[in-house]
């Protein structure tokens, strides 16, 4: 499927923005982990996370919807799945999955979609092998879990990342030794949130996370907040549509993910925060963006992990910005559902714009945009809905050669979109 945005506006209105992809990966996880019933409210039904529900119901866990994003999860005993877990699109699933079975010492194969099976698992395999757990395969998927974990670890991430420290701390549940991850940058921690609101507990000393005593999960009600990284499509576009202002409500405003949001105050946009409140252990507020101008800026490695998803939309604002922005440290950016370092130097270009890859950096001269391209997207979500956000505040329409993606992480883009007033629809 093809979609083309139309430039648009001014845009206006509350953004319908879905539930976390990370915190509903989480919620079920953790839930499968716990044992009791764990009831999860505002849960993102996206392919990538209902991959995730599936593959539990593979491990033996009864995991049952009763309304729209409600939820309920049986956590208790885990079993060997009789056929492979496919995985999907989905690294978070794939890699947090993988630590949760080395944990319950269950046998599984794991595989995933040909962009999931292009992707580094070398970074999980070898902390839970350190771990004591047997692996056949190699570095990529398709992989097998022969045996769990017989031992603790001390694993230093580098490249600092969620998903790793993710799956050695489920993996860690399932041993009574120190396990500890420590790295150079903080990266999300919605695992260790979510495990300390259901029980286990966690120590965090710097950026460095320890297990304690207690590694069993309570039961709990799970309350999912607002994706940032998928309102930052409207937040994004609402900078950069002349005349536009809206508001993307409960989002999650964990400092480890609000760095797009920074990003746009950095660059001179007019964001305020609203209804700013506690759940769950998580920070959620209303977030709202008005028109105006904005300016390049720079960005530096340290900044990225907290907006990692985020740098394709970030790298649309840039295009429209007043002078140069320069992002660094994107190496990371490679190893994403596309080389999304790549993909967005390749889609800007199409679309008239002024950038460079330079080194793992990426420079964007910004002013007006002609748009009126279609843009390959190599069949990955956020490719996708970033270009149709530059076609909303181009001169000319912009078209994505492949749209059915976007169902991974937001099914309901196009009618969020249209919500404020977005030109978004399919080609015919
Ligand atoms: C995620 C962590 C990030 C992010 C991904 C979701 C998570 O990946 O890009 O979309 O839920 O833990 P890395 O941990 O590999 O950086």
Redesign the pocket.
């Known amino acids: 499927m093809k979609l083309v945005a139309r430039p648009s506006g001014p845009l206006a209105g509350r953004f319908a923005v879905p539930g976390d992809?990370?915190l509903s990966?989480r919620a079920l996880i953790l839930g499968a982990l716990a044992e009791g019933e764990t009831v999860i409210a505002g849960l993102l039904e996206s392919e990538d996370v209902l991959a995730t529900a599936a593959a539990l119901r593979a491990f033996g866990v009864r995991v049952e919807r009763f309304g729209p994003g409600r939820w309920r999860v049986i956590g208790g005993a885990w079993r060997s799945p009789e056929g492979p877990i496919d995985c999907g699109n989905s690294?978070?699933g794939a890699r947090l999955l993988m630590g949760a079975a080395a944990g319950r010492g269950v046998g599984a194969s794991f595989a995933g979609d040909a962009s999931l099976s292009r992707r580094p698992m070398g970074r999980v395999r070898r902390p839970l092998e350190t771990m004591g757990a047997v692996f056949e395969g190699g570095d990529t998927l398709p992989l097998r879990l022969v045996s769990g974990v017989t031992r603790g670890i001390a694993h230093l991430n580098v490249p600092a990342?969620?998903?790793?420290k993710?799956a050695v701390l489920l993996a860690g549940l399932g041993t009574g030794e120190p396990v500890e991850v420590a790295e150079p940058v903080p990266?999300?921690d919605h695992t260790e949130i979510m495990l300390a609101a259901m029980g286990v507990n966690v120590e965090r000393d710097g950026a460095t996370v320890r297990l304690g005593e207690r590694r069993s999960l309570s039961p709990a009600l799970l309350p999912i907040a607002g994706d940032p990284s998928s309102a930052a499509f409207a937040l994004a576009a609402a900078a950069i549509v002349p005349g536009s202002e809206a508001t993307a409500p409960d989002v999650l405003l964990n400092p480890n993910r609000s760095g797009f949001v920074m990003a746009l105050q950095r660059m001179g946009a007019d964001v305020a925060l609203a209804n700013v409140r506690g759940q769950g252990g998580e920070t959620i507020g209303d977030v709202r963006v008005r028109h105006g101008p904005i300016f390049g800026a720079e960005f530096t490695a340290e900044e990225i992990p907290s907006m990692?998803?985020e740098i394709p939309i970030l790298a649309v604002v840039a295009a429209f910005a007043r002078g140069e922005t320069r992002i660094e440290g994107l190496d990371?950016l490679r190893h994403?559902e596309s080389d999304r370092l790549s993909l967005m130097a390749h889609g800007l270009a199409a679309c008239g714009v002024d950038v460079r890859v330079d080194d793992d950096a990426l420079v964007i001269q910004g002013g007006q945009v002609r748009g009126g391209a279609e843009v390959s997207t190599e069949g990955d979500h956020r490719i996708a809905m970033a270009h149709l956000v530059l076609g909303l505040a181009a001169e000319q329409p912009v078209m994505v050669d492949e749209a059915g993606m976007i169902a991974t992480s937001f099914p309901t883009f196009r009618e969020a979109m249209r919500g404020i007033g977005a030109d978004v629809s399919e080609v015919r």
């Not at 990342?161 to 790793?164: D, E, I, R």
């Open positions: 992809k990370s990966h690294g978070t990342s969620a998903q790793v993710s990266s999300r990692i998803d990371e994403k």
